[in-house]
């Protein structure tokens, strides 16, 4: 059936593509393999793809990562197949980036690149969502959400799944209602992340870390997460220069609307003053390169000195 490439960080439209893919085979019997490219190699993914089955009639082959597939010989093997394959299988290749290997731009493939939603967007999407589960709730309920989860749709969809089982139903939902409770059934993500940083809590950041790469969330999606978390800092300190730190339009305007990340981002810029929230953010871009080059093999050990690194920055 051939080959498909999703790229990009909106998780959520991501995975929607790929269960569209799935809907296809939905009456026919169908082996399922999942790997990851800097675990799995490319010959091993192509002999999956090209062994014939005993039970199943089809083969699904998703490969996550496949950003880490760049060896000339492996992004040719599985070009090959894209291009010789005669079979009902699919290859699903699937990326946080934007771009594979230059090598995959000859392949026979469908690619689509799906991008974060914007601000309206996501705003939409929380109305709609909580229309259809008989909610009613406010421009501060929606920010406060967007602060709190990171910025995709399947976090979103995820998260406030989560939340309807905990709303008051009986009255209007307020922020607090939503910061009770999203704190209570938070996971690993970036933000959580950053707080600890901002605390300057090196072995919880590092434990942090540590979670969320191994349940294989990809470091280039933590480090845009820490990025816009670092210039959302840096924009604190821009209000606060003019006396508008405690102007609550203009926090607002920067995404800091409800009051526990207000206190969050004001204890980080004790930390941090502007010119070391402005070196953390030439850091995180600084690492977020060297994870994108052949030096990504030693991932873990690059984002652990990333983040001593930014932690050290803040101390004065």
């Known amino acids: 059936m051939g080959a498909y490439i999703f790229l990009g960080p909106e998780q959520g439209k991501k995975q929607d593509a790929v269960n569209n893919v799935k809907s296809q085979f939905k009456n026919n019997q169908t082996e399922e393999f999942t790997f990851y490219a800097d675990e799995t190699s490319a010959a091993a993914i192509v002999d999956t793809l090209q062994n014939q089955g005993l039970f199943a009639d089809s083969r699904i082959v998703i490969v996550k990562n496949a950003e880490a597939i760049k060896k000339k010989d492996d992004v040719g093997q599985i070009v090959s197949w894209t291009a010789n394959s005669k079979t009902s299988d699919i290859l699903i290749l699937l990326s946080d980036e934007i771009k594979l290997d230059a090598g995959f731009d000859k392949a026979k493939a469908n690619k689509q690149i799906f991008y974060e939603m914007s601000e309206n967007e996501k705003t939409s999407w929380l109305r709609d969502f909580f229309r259809r589960e008989k909610f ?5 309920c929606i920010y406060t959400i967007l602060e709190m989860v990171e910025n995709n749709t399947d976090a979103l969809r995820r998260e406030c799944s989560h939340l309807v089982y905990f709303l008051p139903k009986d009255r209007p939902i307020t922020s607090e209602d939503i910061e009770k409770w999203l704190s209570h059934s938070r996971e690993e993500s970036a933000f959580t992340l950053f707080s600890r940083i901002a605390a300057g809590d090196l072995s919880r950041a590092l434990e942090s870390l540590s979670v969320m790469l191994a349940a294989k969330e990809s470091a280039s999606g933590i480090m845009a997460g820490l ?18 730190e405690n102007n609550s339009l ?3 305007k920067i995404g800091l609307s409800s009051l526990k990340t207000r206190s969050e981002y004001t204890a980080a810029a004790r930390r941090y003053n502007a010119e070391a929230a402005e070196a953390c953010l030439a850091l995180t871009a600084e690492y977020d390169m060297l994870l994108r080059s ?9 984002m652990d000195r990333y983040i001593l690194a930014v932690i050290n920055t803040g101390l004065r």
């Open 227 to 244: 990025a816009y978390c670092f210039r959302r800092l840096c924009d604190y300190h821009t209000l606060a220069e003019t006396g508008n």
């Open 250 to 252: 203009e926090l607002k």
């Open 294 to 302: 052949p030096a990504a093999v030693m991932e873990k050990i690059l």
């Open 136 to 140: 009613s709730i406010d421009d501060d």
